[in-house]
């Protein structure tokens, strides 16, 4: 069974400063990683994947993520924030054995980003 | 290239009515799913197609949501006798099979709101 916690329902930063999203996972295989951002009334938007290859994940819009399995997390972050950046994220787990095509998706509950002027 | 579309983007109807909502998937993609996002909530996994392959509708909340894929490609999701909790926003992805077959990729949604 597979699982996703966000840490964080709503956070609030100021524009210019660093954005720290957090996501802890529970995963019974070999999980990829994601995080998507929804603005509003939009779709979702793939930010950055994680599939193993390398820890530390680069995204679009200079974000990045670290996957630290010893802690079980996949933490989003941002050295500087803009304004354009307010809008709802999603940490998301896909897990499943390999061996079968479809890899099932589990959201969490999303996390609301405030960008301050 | 163009993405995954759906239609309606919005829709309203009266309790009782039936509603479909369609999916366009992105060229070549064989995989599709369908999501519901209620108010506040994540995202809850309702249907999955594969191909020809049987669809896998365990997330399916009852017996009045059913779908459809024609010709592998377009998706048409039904909610027989609406309900107000079926209000929600719907999102249709779609993924490659193979190497990269966790990426899914999102349309815009259908709004539904049951009067």
């Known amino acids: 069974a597979q699982s996703v916690t966000q840490l964080d329902s709503h956070v609030s930063v100021s524009e210019g400063t660093p954005v720290l999203l957090r996501c802890n996972y529970s995963?019974?295989?070999?999980?990829?990683l994601f995080w998507y951002v929804q603005h509003p009334n939009k779709g979702l938007q793939l930010l950055l994947k994680?599939?193993?290859?390398?820890?530390l994940v680069k995204g679009i819009n200079g974000f990045e993520a670290e996957f630290k399995k010893s802690e079980t997390s996949f933490h989003l972050t941002k050295p500087s924030a803009h304004m354009s950046d307010a809008a709802e994220y999603f940490c998301?787990?896909?897990?499943?054995?390999?061996?079968?095509?479809?890899?099932?998706?589990?959201f969490g509950s999303g996390t609301r980003l405030q960008v301050q002027p | 290239g163009a993405g995954v579309s759906q239609s309606p983007s919005n829709k309203v109807t009266e309790k009782g009515k039936d509603v479909e909502l369609r999916c366009d998937p992105i060229?070549?993609?064989?995989?599709l799913y369908w999501y519901r996002q209620s108010l506040g909530q994540g995202l809850e996994f309702l249907i999955y197609f594969q191909g020809n392959s049987a669809p896998d509708k365990s997330g399916l909340p009852s017996d009045r949501f059913s779908a459809e894929r024609t010709g592998g490609s377009v998706s048409t999701l039904t909610i027989q006798r609406t309900q107000q909790e079926d209000s929600a926003v719907y999102l249709c992805?779609?993924?490659?099979?193979?190497?990269?077959?966790?990426?899914?990729?999102f349309g815009p949604g259908t709004r539904l709101t049951v009067l």
């Open positions: 998301v787990v896909s897990d499943g054995p390999l061996d079968t095509g479809r890899r099932a998706l589990t």
């Open positions: 994680y599939t193993s290859a390398a820890t």
């Open positions: 995963s019974s295989y070999s999980p990829s």
């Open positions: 992805a779609s993924s490659l099979v193979g190497l990269d077959t966790d990426t899914q990729y």
């Open positions: 060229s070549g993609h064989t995989a």
